[in-house]
């Protein structure tokens, strides 16, 4: 069973130029939840979906937004970038959203290196 | 809001020898789910271990074991039998199992652990 693919996995753009990164979950799982990983905030929680509608949303700015596709592949965007978007960018899928007692497991991409000059 | 504290940036530990790295959290919550999780070079997390908050035993999965302290909202990870592919990021997270609250991961700022042969 193929992991969680995220493409590409580098990506160089300038300040204020729009990015699209991608990721496709595990076979069968519906879940995908979005992480930015930084050296001085760490990873923080950007956002989740499942069955195409947005679950829950982290703490970042308008900028940031992300979408489902019917077959569960999810995009996430950031438009008129910032030196400090620079980042990689995890995914992470499950068959359903990990909430309550639930067992469900997340499973995480290699992520997209995101620099911003 | 909850919390979680990595108190040491490094560890190093000697192949075969045992490490712990210490892991704290703020929280009001009484029913929640800690996590270990991995990140090696390329950059995957990977799940290590997994601890119920109403379960008083202490997870264990192979050579990883955790200390769980509720009152004291301590999770250390302990690894025996340190092997060099050990060597990677730890983190270590926190997700409220409290149906209606938010369910996304809180992530420490990870410990560096360098295995030594």
């Known amino acids: 069973k193929a992991g969680v693919t995220q493409t590409p996995r580098y990506l160089i753009k300038t300040r204020g130029q729009q990015v699209t990164l991608s990721c496709s979950p595990i076979s069968g799982h519906r879940s995908v939840s979005w992480y930015q990983q930084t050296p001085g905030q760490g990873l923080q929680f950007l956002f989740e979906y499942f069955s195409e509608t947005q679950r829950n949303k982290g703490n970042f700015p308008g900028r940031f937004s992300g979408r489902q596709f019917s077959n569960s592949r999810s995009e996430m965007n950031v438009s008129t970038l910032e030196l400090g978007d620079s980042a990689l960018y995890l995914c992470?899928?499950?068959?359903?959203?990990?909430?309550?007692?639930?067992?469900?497991?997340?499973?995480f991409g290699s992520g997209t290196q995101l620099s911003v000059l | 809001a909850q919390t979680v504290t990595q108190s040491q940036p490094e560890m190093s530990v000697q192949e075969a020898e045992t490490v712990t790295l210490s892991c704290t959290y703020d929280t009001s919550e009484s029913d929640y789910y800690l996590f270990w999780y991995k990140q090696p070079p390329s950059r995957q997390m990977i799940l290590v271990i997994r601890q119920e908050a109403y379960k008083q035993q202490n997870a264990t999965e192979n050579r990883f074991s955790v200390n769980f302290q509720k009152a004291a909202k301590s999770f250390s990870l302990k690894i025996s039998d340190s092997q060099l592919g050990d060597a990677a990021m730890y983190f270590c997270a926190y997700r409220s199992a409290t149906r209606g609250m938010n369910n996304d991961m809180r992530f420490g700022a990870g410990t560096r652990l360098t295995v030594k042969p």
């Open positions: 992470a899928s499950s068959f359903a959203p990990p909430a309550g007692h639930s067992n469900e497991k997340l499973f």
